[in-house]
């Protein structure tokens, strides 16, 4: 069974800063790997989107790599806002298991002002 | 973008009823439909896996007789929480995958369950 995993649990860092969660997973049998932003109480927001076959995918000040090989994914995000304080999950769809995704256990951001 | 609703947003319910949540895709159907629990500060898991026109499949450990799945359309599935207990409160969240060729997933809001 596919097991994914995020480090770190939470992460503080002052505005401006740049900054990389991680997302490990054991099967890198997968279709892709998909990055959401939940805020306090809510929903999921679907933040980037990686193929199987792609190396990275861009959105504004997000880039997310992905390297199969290794089950790694990064999600990078440039001159973090305050706006930007949520909790990050990824998102792993392995091959063998339909349209199942397995999810991380998330990073929890807060970007000081 | 493809829409997927749920309604209630939030529902109190008490200790011994039964609490019915809809998860709906707006714009698209959807042949399948996942359930998510979410307890506070954890990550999703996957309840079950909601498929039209048959029997839901549960994950392990997940009650088939507590949690009912009916997938009633191409575009509804509901989830029917019975006999709540006040271990059952929770975040519920419904997604739908994607009918193209992206295949991500698209997630409803969430609904917020109390039982008291």
């Known amino acids: 069974k596919q097991e994914v995993t995020q480090i770190p649990a939470a992460l503080s860092v002052p505005e401006g800063e740049n900054l990389v969660l991680n997302c490990s997973f054991t099967?890198?049998?997968?279709?892709?790997l998909q990055w959401f932003r939940q805020d306090p109480g809510k929903g999921l927001t679907s933040l980037l989107l990686i193929q199987s076959s792609q190396r990275e995918q861009t959105s504004g000040r997000l880039n997310a790599s992905l390297d199969k090989s290794s089950g790694r994914s990064t999600l990078y995000i440039a001159a973090s806002q305050p706006g930007d304080s949520a909790t990050y999950l990824c998102?792993?769809?392995?091959?063998?298991?339909?349209?199942?995704?397995?999810f991380g256990t998330g990073t929890s951001l807060t970007v000081i002002p | 973008g493809a829409v997927v609703s749920q309604h209630p947003s939030w529902v109190i319910c008490k200790s011994g009823t039964s609490v019915k949540i809809e998860c709906r895709s707006l714009d698209f159907q959807a042949t399948t439909m996942f359930w998510y629990r979410q307890f506070p500060k954890q990550s999703l898991m996957l309840m079950a896996t909601?498929?039209?026109?048959?029997?839901?499949?549960?994950e392990q450990g997940v009650e088939k007789d507590k949690f009912l799945i009916n997938h009633a359309s191409l575009t509804l599935s509901t989830l029917t929480v019975t006999s709540a207990h006040p271990e059952d409160s929770s975040f519920y969240i419904c997604?739908?995958?994607?009918?193209?060729?992206?295949?991500?997933?698209?997630f409803g809001p969430g609904t917020r369950l109390t039982v008291t």
């Open positions: 998102a792993a769809r392995p091959v063998d298991t339909g349209n199942q995704f397995y």
């Open positions: 099967d890198s049998a997968i279709y892709n």
């Open positions: 997604s739908a995958p994607s009918q193209g060729a992206l295949l991500g997933q698209y």
């Open positions: 909601s498929n039209e026109g048959s029997k839901a499949t549960y």
